[in-house]
């Protein structure tokens, strides 16, 4: 199984960008996908993430109002759409696949990384 993550780049304080979230091997049938995000130096990050049953989102108090996470079944994508960008979203930006844990939707076992795409806000 393997993920791969595109649209990352760089945009203005204020701007956007969306990023995608594909899975060759397998569908995300009964995953948990969620993206997470890290910066040198420090430890990797929750953003978002949704239940690919049912569609139940959760997102990092940091992002709310701000970015939102979305599925598409036909394309078997899952898409993160980043508003009101600011410099300190700058990362890399991870897509991650996992299993339920708990019934809260952020807290779920990766079982699959991609390997990130590097997303620059500039001041």
């Known amino acids: 199984v393997q993920l791969e993550e595109s649209g990352g780049g760089l945009v203005e304080t204020g701007g956007s960008l969306r990023l995608s979230c594909a899975a060759s091997g397998t569908t995300f049938s009964g995953y948990t996908v969620g993206w997470f995000r890290q910066t040198p130096g420090k430890e990797r990050e929750f953003v978002a993430a949704i239940r690919w049953s049912g569609g139940s989102t959760d997102y990092a108090d940091s992002v709310k109002g701000r970015f939102s996470i979305s599925k598409d079944i036909a394309k078997n994508t899952v898409s993160l759409q980043m508003n009101s960008l600011k410099p300190d979203d700058t990362a890399v930006y991870y897509c991650?696949?996992?299993?339920?844990?708990?019934?809260?939707?952020?807290?779920?076992?990766?079982?699959?990384w991609g390997h990130g795409t590097q997303v620059t806000v500039s001041s």
């Open positions: 991650a696949a996992g299993s339920i844990t708990s019934a809260t939707v952020s807290e779920f076992q990766v079982y699959y």
